[in-house]
Nanobody, 123 residues
Framework: VQLVESGGGLVQAGGSLRLSCAASGGTFTRLIMGWFRQAPGKEREFVATINWTGGSTVYADPVKGRFTISRDNAKNTVYLQMNNLKPEDTAVYYC?????????????????WGQGTLVTVSS
């Protein structure tokens, strides 16, 4: 499975961005998808995850109410809509996938990773 993220960039605090992750080489509808982020000098942390149908999602506390994960199985793509961005959201955002049934929040369980896309939020 190959994952390619896009949509990162520079935005002012309070602004919005939508990240996309296109998957290829596997059965997308059998992949649990997740977003993680890594800020400079910090470990990679969980952001959000979504199940096969999109009916089950989990978010990290810092992004609840501001970020929305979704997927379009017809396009083999998962999205992360980020609203009301804050400077502390600045990080490289990674898309990840794992072949399992239920949503996964643990970084080490994910099997496939994209190359990351940089999001910078200015104050």
């Amino acid at each position: 499975v190959q994952l390619v993220e896009s949509g990162g960039g520079l935005v002012q605090a309070g602004g919005s961005l939508r990240l996309s992750c296109a998957a290829s080489g596997g059965t997308f509808t059998r992949l649990i998808m997740g977003w993680f982020r890594q800020a400079p000098g910090k470990e990679r942390e969980f952001v959000a995850t979504i199940n096969w149908t999109g009916g089950s999602t989990v978010y990290a506390d810092p992004v609840k109410g501001r970020f929305t994960i979704s997927r379009d199985n017809a396009k083999n793509t998962v999205y992360l809509q980020m609203n009301n961005l804050k400077p502390e959201d600045t990080a490289v955002y990674y898309c990840a996938a794992v072949r399992t049934i239920v949503v996964v929040t643990t970084r080490d369980r994910y099997e496939y990773w994209g190359q990351g896309t940089l999001v910078t939020v200015s104050s």
